[in-house]
C-alpha cells in the first residue's frame, strides 16, 4: 500500500489543480485507502470550496435551459414540446364497456332468430353420424397384435400345447 496523502493533496484534487498523473495517481489510492477517502469526503464537503460565483445568473440559465431543449430534440427526433406530455383520451369505441355491450347484443340477436338452436341441432347430427366414429387407436391395435404374436410364439415352444 502506497503512503498515504495530506489534506492539502486531497484539496489540490478537489479543486483540479494536480497534474493529470498525479490526479490519477490519487484517484487510484482512493479505491483502496479507506482514510483517504474520509478525507477526500471531508474535503468535499468543506465549506471552504465554494463554486465560483455566476457573473450573469439570467444568461447562464437561459443558455442550461436551451441546451436541455436541444438535447430533448435530439432525443424526440426533432419534435421538442415544452408542454407535460399528456396521454390522449380514450375514444368511445375502446372502451370495455362498449365492448360487453356488443358482445351482449349480438349474443340476443343469434338467441331470438333460433341461431343457437340449430348450430346445436346440427352438432348433435354429425355426432350421431357413423362416419365419424372413432376407431381404435393404432397403439392399441399395434398391442394387440404384439400380445397375439408372443401368445403363438410361447404355444410353439412349449411343444404346441397352451400351458397358463
Known sequence: ??????????????TNRLPAEQREA?????????DCLSIYMTCLADDDLQLPPL???TVFTDHLMQSIANLATDISGGHATTE??????????RTTIVHYALAAGITLILMSTGMFQQLFLHTA??????????????????????VKLLDTLQTSTKGGTFHE
Not at 26 to 34: K, M, R, V
Not at 128 to 145: G, I
Open 1 to 14: 500500500m502506497s503512503a498515504h496523502f495530506s489534506k492539502d493533496a486531497w484539496l489540490a484534487y478537489v
Open 26 to 34: 490519487q484517484e487510484a489510492h482512493l479505491y483502496d485507502c479507506e
Open 84 to 93: 407535460p406530455h399528456v396521454q390522449p383520451a380514450k375514444r368511445w369505441h
Open 125 to 146: 347430427q354429425v355426432a350421431a353420424n357413423d362416419s365419424f366414429k372413432q376407431e381404435r387407436p393404432f397403439s392399441e391395435k399395434l398391442v394387440q397384435r404384439t
Open 55 to 57: 457573473e450573469n445568473e
